[in-house]
């Protein structure tokens, strides 16, 4: 019971030190065959992190490729290109990138989003981004340019960012060798026969624990080595200015076309304007002509002044 008391403080110690933690209240506490048993465990660890982060800088990294500047490095590429391209090509040949990519499998280029929107029969851009592998990457650009000059455009930018992810995967290996070593011994603990319940339990507790945290160490790990391994790519699709367009002349050709079409409605609202004062004309020529006439009676009748002399 004491061997497995002893063992217990030893793993809590080690567990300590993983995350970068002291325990000095511990080791005062311990015992002088304890006190030894902690002070081997923890250097062991230290030596084992230190170790496995030797091992990663050694190490090519998984993914990267020549570009880097050296071995040791993890950077994550970040790639940004804009085309200019007639409208009747923005569409299609935004389609037939990502068709390309497709075409290549998820292990060379996966689509993370694509989007064309037409703002007028004059306007229409495209997006799309990718994530690629890097050598795939460098032939995919090249016949992307190829495509897009063979449809009459151009580029119009590209760009390269990198950011580097070498201490964020260092760090997170390394804690994630401590951690499995630390599971490794609290699983051999766990079957100590002549523990009791309550220390049991309480390693089931640590392990659970400590098992979330390598799951959670793992994923991150995973991610940050995709970004490495695969660059991400974003690419834009704009239409080409041009000095005369459809919609500029548009107008005109819509004029012509509808040329007759507005003589008829004229007319037609000529007709309307006949037809709808038409009564009111039969009412109001013979009272006009009715009032002409008593207006030229009453001067007719009207007495003649006659001088008488003086």
């Known amino acids: 019971m004491?061997?497995?008391?002893?063992?217990?403080?030893?793993?809590?110690?080690?567990?300590?030190?993983a995350c970068g933690n002291s325990a000095p209240h511990m080791e005062a506490a311990a015992p002088e065959p304890m006190m030894a048993d902690m002070q081997q465990g923890v250097m062991a660890e230290r030596g084992q992190m230190k170790m496995a982060q030797s091992e990663i800088a050694s190490a090519?990294?998984?993914?990267?490729?020549?570009?880097?500047?050296?071995?040791?490095?993890?950077?994550?590429?970040?790639?940004?290109?804009?085309?200019?391209?007639?409208?009747?090509?923005?569409?299609?040949?935004?389609?037939?990138?990502?068709?390309?990519?497709?075409?290549?499998?998820?292990?060379?280029?996966?689509?993370?989003g694509?989007?064309?929107?037409?703002?007028?029969?004059?306007?229409?851009?495209?997006?799309?981004?990718?994530?690629?592998?890097?050598?795939?990457?460098?032939t995919f650009a090249g016949n992307m340019i190829a495509s897009v000059e063979s449809a009459k455009g151009e580029?119009?930018?590209?760009?390269?960012s990198v950011e580097d992810l070498t201490r964020s995967i260092l760090d997170t290996d390394a804690r994630l060798r401590a951690q499995t070593t630390l599971r490794t011994r609290l699983e051999g603990l766990l079957e100590t026969r002549n523990a009791e319940?309550?220390?049991?339990?309480?390693?089931?507790?640590?392990?659970?624990?400590?098992?979330?945290?390598?799951e959670s160490a793992t994923t991150t790990l995973k991610v940050l080595r995709k970004r490495v391994s695969m660059s991400a790519v974003t690419i834009n699709y704009q239409t080409k200015q041009v000095a005369i367009s459809g919609s500029t002349v548009g107008p005109i050709g819509r004029s012509f076309k509808n040329f007759f079409g507005t003589v008829a409605d004229g007319l037609a609202s000529v007709i309307d304007f006949i037809a709808a004062i038409l009564p009111w004309l039969i009412l109001i020529i013979p009272s006009l002509w009715a009032l002409r006439r008593f207006w030229r009676r009453r001067k007719s009748v009207r007495p003649v002044q006659i001088n008488k002399p003086d």
């Open 197 to 214: 319940l309550k220390d049991l339990l309480a390693l089931e507790r640590e392990l659970a624990r400590v098992q979330s945290q390598i």
């Open 155 to 160: 580029m119009t930018n590209s760009g390269t």
């Open 114 to 138: 694509s989007n064309t929107h037409a703002q007028s029969e004059d306007y229409v851009n495209a997006s799309l981004r990718l994530r690629a592998e890097p050598q795939w990457l460098k």
């Open 2 to 17: 004491r061997n497995f008391a002893a063992a217990l403080l030893t793993t809590a110690a080690i567990s300590l030190t």
């Open 60 to 112: 090519p990294p998984q993914g990267s490729s020549q570009d880097n500047p050296t071995a040791q490095s993890f950077l994550a590429y970040r790639y940004d290109y804009s085309f200019s391209l007639p409208v009747k090509s923005v569409a299609s040949t935004a389609k037939s990138h990502a068709q390309i990519c497709m075409d290549a499998g998820p292990q060379l280029c996966q689509i993370l």
